[in-house]
């Protein structure tokens, strides 16, 4: 699959649906101008309406909230392939913050761009539901996670879902866990 998929965001969404040599140079298209945005900037901030949703193709990216008494909750991660908030391009404005917790290559991707993909490349639209879908499974064990697994647990399952999704997208050779304690204690909720 790598040969054949060297984009990214195709060998995730291949994983869903087999896509035509179209949907390729379509995909192709949309990650054409990454950015480099180095560890711990935020890529957009809770109220603000987004113009692009933003891809991932390097790095790790996670969503967030900060709490009433000034601690961070992270509550996802992001990693390449991923599409950080599809859903705000319908909704129009963010409920959390996005922030990059190492250098990351990320593509921006407009209004637009999501409206054209969902209208008129119906495998690619199919395979952006079904990551959506595994998204909030992701999601839902997060949740089990936070509320009923010990925290020792807890982090075995993010290291196991972290390798599985790189894995999936030919990214895990030589991977590291790049998270600081602090970012591990962000995310476990201890």
Known sequence: MEALYH?????????AERLGPEDLAKLDEVIDSPITVVAREDLIQQREDPENVHL???GMVCRYKILPDGKRAIVALML???????????LGRMDHNLGTLTDCQIVKISRKVIDDLLDNYPRIRRALF?????????LREWLVNMGRRRAD???AH???EV????????QMQNALMPLTQEEL??????
Request: with cysteine.
């Open 185 to 190: 204690a962000d995310i476990l909720g201890v």
């Open 130 to 138: 079904w990551s959506t879908l595994v998204d909030e499974a992701i």
């Open 163 to 170: 390798h599985a999704r790189l894995t999936a997208v030919s």
């Open 80 to 90: 390449p392939g991923d599409i950080c908030d599809l859903h705000v391009a319908i």
């Open 153 to 155: 647990k807890q982090m």
């Open 158 to 160: 993010l290291f196991c």
């Open 7 to 15: 984009n990214v965001l195709a060998r995730k969404l291949a994983n």
């Open 56 to 58: 991932v193709l390097s």
